[in-house]
C-alpha cells in the first residue's frame, strides 16, 4: 500500500478533500504561472508596436499586433546565418559528445580499468566548480593551443572540444550502461565479440533513451550558451544565434529584437516538447538496476 503525507481516509471527508484540492490548484496554477508567464511576455510583447512594448504599466495584450516584427527581426538580425551556424555547432557538440563521452562512459562501466572509480570521482568532482572559474584557463588554451601553437578563435572547434569533457553525461551514461545485465557481455565474449564489436552491436542499440537525453542536453547547451561563444565567436560570421541577436540589440528597435528572441527560442521549445517522454525515460531507465 502507497504512504502519503496524508492519508486515504482523511482525503475521503468532506474538509481535506476540499483542503488537497485547493492546495493542488494553487500549486499547479502558481508554477505555470512562473513558468510559461516569461514566455507568453515575449510571444505578445514581439506582436507589440515599439511604443506599446516600452511603456508604463504594460499591456496584457497588444493593442495592434504587428506580425511583421518578425519578418523585420529575420531580415534586419540575419537570423537565417546565426540559425545555421548555431545548429552546425549544435551538431558538431552532438557528435563529439555521443563518440568519447560513451567511449568514457563504456570504459568505466564495463571494461572496468585500474583506479576507475578515483577517474570517475575525479570527473564528478569537477561539477563542484564554477563554470566561471574555468572561463579564464579555457580562453588561454584556445588562444594557444597546446602542443599545436595554433588559435582556435572563430574555429568551432572552440565551442566543440571544452563540450566533449562533460562529467555529467558521462555520469548518466555510465549509469545507464551499469543496468545492462552482465550476462550479455559474458554472451557477447563467449561468442567471440571484442569490446568494440560489442559497444556497438549491443550496447548503443540498448541505450537509445539515454543517447537521446544527452544528445539533447547537448544541443540545449550549445543553444543557450551566450559568454563562451561571445569570446571565442567574435567575428559576424560566426557568431550563434544568441550572439547575434546581442550584437544587433543596440541599433534594433526593441520589439524586433523580442521577436528574434521568440524566434531563436523556438527550435528548442519544439525538441521539447516532441522529444520530452524520450527525456523522461532515458533519465529514469537507469536509475534501477536489474
Known amino acids: 500500500m502507497t504512504r502519503t503525507l496524508i492519508s486515504h481516509a482523511q482525503l475521503r471527508r468532506g474538509r481535506g478533500r476540499v483542503i488537497y484540492w485547493t492546495l493542488l490548484t494553487v500549486v499547479v496554477v502558481g508554477f505555470t504561472l512562473v513558468f510559461l508567464g516569461p514566455l507568453y511576455w515575449m510571444v ?28 523585420d527581426a529575420w531580415t534586419q538580425l540575419d537570423l537565417a546565418k546565426l540559425l545555421f551556424n548555431t545548429f552546425y555547432y549544435a551538431a558538431g557538440a552532438v557528435l563529439f559528445q555521443l563518440v568519447f563521452d560513451t567511449a568514457a562512459a563504456y570504459a568505466l562501466s564495463k571494461l572496468r580499468p585500474a583506479f576507475g572509480n578515483v577517474i570517475l570521482g575525479a570527473m564528478l568532482a569537477t561539477l563542484m566548480i564554477p563554470a566561471m572559474v574555468l572561463i579564464v584557463p579555457q580562453y588561454q588554451t584556445v588562444i594557444d593551443l597546446p602542443v599545436l601553437d595554433i588559435s582556435l578563435i572563430d574555429s568551432p572547434f572552440a565551442i566543440w572540444l571544452p563540450m566533449v569533457a562533460n562529467a555529467f553525461n558521462i ?66 560570421e560566426t557568431r550563434t544565434i544568441s550572439v547575434g541577436i546581442y550584437a544587433f540589440a543596440a541599433g534594433t528597435p526593441q520589439n524586433v529584437v523580442v521577436a528574434a528572441s521568440v524566434i531563436a527560442a523556438l527550435p528548442t521549445v519544439v525538441i521539447f516538447l516532441i522529444f520530452q517522454r524520450n527525456i523522461m525515460s532515458g533519465l529514469t531507465a537507469g536509475s534501477l538496476k536489474g
Open 44 to 71: 505578445t510583447g514581439a506582436l507589440k508596436s515599439g511604443q506599446e512594448i516600452a511603456q508604463t504599466p504594460p499591456t496584457l495584450f497588444p493593442q495592434d499586433p504587428q506580425p511583421q516584427n518578425y519578418v
Open 171 to 236: 555520469f548518466l551514461l555510465k549509469r545507464f550502461f551499469d543496468s545492462i545485465p552482465e550476462e550479455i557481455m559474458a554472451a557477447a565474449f563467449v561468442d567471440g565479440a571484442t569490446p568494440l564489436r560489442t559497444l556497438w552491436s549491443i550496447i548503443l542499440p540498448m541505450s537509445r533513451p539515454i543517447l537521446g537525453v544527452v544528445s539533447i542536453f547537448a544541443v540545449t547547451a550549445v543553444w543557450k550558451d551566450f559568454l563562451w561563444p561571445l569570446l571565442v565567436m567574435p567575428h559576424p
